[in-house]
């Protein structure tokens, strides 16, 4: 009886605390801008040429796009990427962690 109280309690916990989509989005964006960053400074590091108007048009194409799901105790949202990666994002308990996919990945 304690087992099946306990789990009311966390679910109910888990409804109130679903993260939004701006959440979300703001995830996927930060994903977005450590990654760019991240080839930004690969590149000019070969090259010596900077890439933030590049990292701020990707950020910007992005915004206000995306798939946006609630499963009550738990969301997802999912962007497409240019080519054949995706971003996609899961939720719960106020926290949302992201990843980068590529569609390729995993196909033989």
């Given at each position: 009886m304690r087992m099946l109280l306990l789990l009311i309690l966390i679910g109910v916990a888990a409804y109130f605390t679903v993260p939004t989509r701006e959440t979300h989005e703001a995830a996927a964006r930060a994903l977005l801008e450590a990654q760019?960053?991240?080839?930004?400074?690969?590149?000019?590091?070969?090259?010596?040429?900077?890439?933030?108007?590049?990292?701020?048009?990707?950020?910007?194409?992005m915004?206000?796009?995306g798939r946006y799901e609630?499963?009550?105790?738990?969301?997802?949202?999912?962007i497409d990427m240019p080519g054949a990666a995706y971003?996609?994002?899961?939720?719960a308990f106020t926290q949302v962690q992201c990843r980068r996919v590529d569609r390729g990945a995993g196909a033989s």
């Open positions: 760019a960053q991240e080839q930004t400074s690969q590149v000019q590091q070969q090259s010596g040429i900077s890439l933030d108007g590049i990292v701020d048009f990707v950020t910007g194409m915004a206000g796009q609630t499963y009550y105790v738990a969301s997802k949202f999912t971003v996609e994002c899961w939720g």
